[in-house]
């Protein structure tokens, strides 16, 4: 692999933790198994302000830390869906780590930890997020073709009614009008709901 390629497919961090030889030791780890470290932040405000400016494909970010602390600042950018969060706690508390889900953090790590650790935890945040994409654009696209489907009836509906076709003939005369016209189904559902709804 060359540099170039190297640079175009290493997955790009931002850490956050205010304890400077932390921060030092997780930056290290993620140099050494190919992360590339693109921002680092002492506090909860500047981490959520650089994963916004810099999008990440993730933040390793601690819980503890000044201005902003790491469980809000996952809140924020899971809310804008900025990146995934790996929190690092320093206890493993029941109700710490609860609140930590809440606000969107897709895997922890308690402190201290090695990067045996560290490394799974980074791996399942990733791949939760990856389910979580899929899992959104296959809602957006089940809206959308329910969407369709509810405006193509619409559309047939007030073409029977309106125009006298039969339900069959209105379905294909949608049909045909897209593929004519190189417009969605959807487009044309809505070019006929706009004219013939109007229409007395
Ligand atoms: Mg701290």
Redesign the pocket.
Known sequence: MTDHEASQTARRVVVA???SLIRLDIVEILRDNGFDVVGEAGDGETAVALAKELRPDLVVM????PQLDGISAAEQLSKDSIAPVVLLTAFSQKELVERATEAGALAYVVKPFTQNDLLPAIEIALARHAQLVALEAEVADLTERFETRKLVDRAKGLLTQKMGLSEPEAFRWIQKASMDRRLTMHEVAEAVVKQLSAKK
């Open positions: 933790e205010d304890e601690d819980v503890k830390m």
